[in-house]
């Protein structure tokens, strides 16, 4: 009888669109991640210590410039797919806008690099390398407009999950392309968005009759302007450092130890997928169904929590063995900083959980102070503490950085339930 009990109810769950969507988000998550999971494994063992970090920090570059250059729209496509009837005209828009925007991102980052990042300026002297990196940097935004956004936004996130399946592909050529050195892994690398891309384009004529043209309506730029400046903001700093720590590494520590701090930063982020994951479709769901809101928050922690703990114990006591597949060097200089990376996850989720909420009220600042306090102490404190503490400095500074963050939301809960109590009490 309990079995069936189990079965009723995984059944019941699984037909929920907040359960399906956030399975679909996270297998389409976790498959691009275990794609780059293994395909930074195959380079470990394929190339030199020193042509991964580069790779890394040029590929952290890229994500970089993309999450700026998404302006908030794949925010703003959840919520404004489902109400604006001329959804090809907005879908247009937030790509043809990302594009540009890309475009002019990528011109300032190549012509500045000697202020930011000497380490790179690689880029200048290797053409082959500079064009690789400029084509995947107006690609790879496009890519995620249409698996974060557009699919979420049509509750048809089973074609984020083909598009995630394609990344496999790079696993298959990068072995083939030792020879080219840094270009051999950033050459497939962003080979797969490209393609993704394309079949995106013709996913989404699936859900819609939609013809992709080049075309910016005003009008609805400035209508979702005013809902993505928020969600621009709050996303850019939740984001910053997974895309600049590998850049201070490499700026700090040299290309080889950015190779080891690469590895294990990555490994840890497939935890946070979940919460991500389930964030994103909650949001959705509360867009949707207003009315269910504490139903579904509780079903998201719970859900949420389950996950953690299974795949953080599995770190602790597995991680070793992951790290040995990538070769013996990374296992001396990742694991202790695996370890300490992964307990961030904990804060880092209850964080991302209220963002969630807070996003589907339209409330940006909760957001941004959330993600503002957790980048600026990781940055800050990675800074400072890098030079006595190496790698463990950063590790350090993001625990630290998402702890602070979930005190400063049970704060401000703490105050919202004093300040109605309050209310009450004087009416």
């Known amino acids: 009888m309990i079995t069936n009990f ?9 037909r929920e669109p907040l359960f399906r969507n ?38 952290s570059t ?38 540009l925007v890309s475009l002019i991102l990528t011109s300032i980052f190549i012509a500045g690099l000697d202020l930011w990042s000497p380490y790179l300026l690689i880029l200048r002297e290797n053409l082959q390398l500079l064009s690789l990196f400029v084509g995947f940097s107006l690609i790879l935004p496009l890519q995620l407009l249409q698996s974060q956004g557009i699919f979420v936004g049509f509750r048809e996130t089973k074609y984020s999950f083909y598009q995630a399946i394609i990344t496999l592909l790079r696993m298959a050529i990068v072995p083939f392309l030792v020879v080219y050195g840094s270009i051999g892994i950033l050459a497939p690398y962003g080979l797969t968005p490209l393609i993704s891309f394309f079949a995106g384009l013709y996913f989404t004529n699936k859900i819609y009759p939609y013809v992709p043209k080049f075309k910016i309506d005003k009008n609805i730029l400035q209508a979702i302007l005013h809902f993505s400046g928020g969600n621009y903001v709050s996303r850019v700093l939740e984001t910053l450092p997974s895309f600049i720590l590998p850049i201070l590494v490499i700026n700090k520590l040299g290309a080889e130890i950015n190779a080891y701090f690469y590895i294990a930063w990555q490994i840890s982020m497939l935890v946070l997928i979940f919460s991500k994951s389930i964030s994103n479709s909650l949001f959705a769901e509360i867009v949707s169904n207003k009315d269910d809101k504490r139903y579904l928050v509780i079903k998201s922690l719970k859900f949420m929590s389950i996950l953690l703990l299974i795949f953080i114990g599995g770190t602790f006591l ?15 200089n990742s694991y202790p900083l695996l370890c300490t990376l992964v307990l961030a996850s904990v804060p ?15 409330e940006y600042s909760s957001a941004i102070f959330v993600y503002g306090v957790s980048a600026f102490l990781t940055l800050t404190g990675s800074y400072i503490l890098i030079e006595n503490y190496s790698l463990f400095g950063v590790a350090y500074s993001w625990l630290f950085a998402n702890m602070m963050a979930s005190l400063g939301i049970m704060l401000m809960l703490i105050n919202k339930s004093i300040s109605k109590k309050m209310c009450r009490i004087l009416e």
């Not at 293994?38 to 790779?55: C, N």
């Not at 880092?348 to 339209?362: D, E």
């Open 6 to 14: 189990y079965k009723k109810t995984l059944k019941l769950n699984i």
């Open 22 to 59: 956030s399975i679909f988000l996270m297998i389409s998550t976790l498959t691009s991640s275990f794609s780059g999971f293994f395909f930074w494994m195959i380079v470990a063992r394929f190339y030199p210590v020193y042509e991964v970090g580069l790779a890394a920090a040029l590929i």
């Open 62 to 99: 890229i994500f970089l410039i993309s999450v700026l250059s998404l302006m908030g729209f794949d925010v703003s496509l959840i919520k404004y797919i489902p109400e604006v009837e001329d959804k090809e005209n907005l879908i247009n828009t937030c790509l043809c806008t990302t594009l």
């Open 318 to 332: 597995f991680g070793k063995y992951l790290l040995m597949l990538f070769g013996n060097e990374y296992v001396v």
């Open 348 to 362: 880092f989720s209850f964080n991302t959980i209220y963002v969630g909420i807070m996003r589907s009220k339209g």
